[in-house]
Nanobody, 123 residues
Framework: QVQLVESGGGLVQAGGSLRLSCAAS????????MAWFRRAPEKEREIVAC????????HYADFGKGRFTISRDNAANTVDLQIDNLEPEDTAVYYC????????????????WGQGTQVTVSS
């Protein structure tokens, strides 16, 4: 059973940066599409960014273009999310997720999830 463990969340002031990391417990990590989702209070879970198995294709939600950067290290079994110029609206629980295909960016496609890490942005 693949497990995903997120880290790096916390409290940060608006305009600051955070780097979230997700560690996967599988030797088949390089076969998975990986993504970051988030769920803000009283909102639906939404895609933040996605990266294919090799790292040469990425997808970002419109709100994240220019501020969010997803990357992966297949040798280390990790996928990171760099968030710059944080805004209070970015406050949410951020989840790492894995899927067997790339190109459909909805939660239902992602079968493996981490427990989430809280990001809180103060104004």
């Amino acid at each position: 059973q693949v497990q995903l463990v997120e880290s790096g969340g916390g409290l940060v002031q608006a305009g600051g940066s955070l780097r979230l990391s997700c560690a996967a417990s599988t030797r088949a990590f390089n076969t998975y599409t990986m993504a970051w989702f988030r769920r803000a209070p009283e909102k639906e879970r939404e895609i933040v960014a996605c990266i294919n198995w090799s790292g040469d294709s990425t997808h970002y939600a419109d709100f994240g273009k220019g501020r969010f950067t997803i990357s992966r290290d297949n040798a280390a079994n990790t996928v990171d999310l760099q968030i710059d110029n944080l805004e209070p609206e970015d406050t949410a629980v951020y989840y790492c997720a894995a899927a067997g295909l790339y190109g459909i960016f909805i939660p239902e496609v992602f079968k493996i999830w981490g427990q989430g890490t809280q990001v809180t942005v103060s104004s």
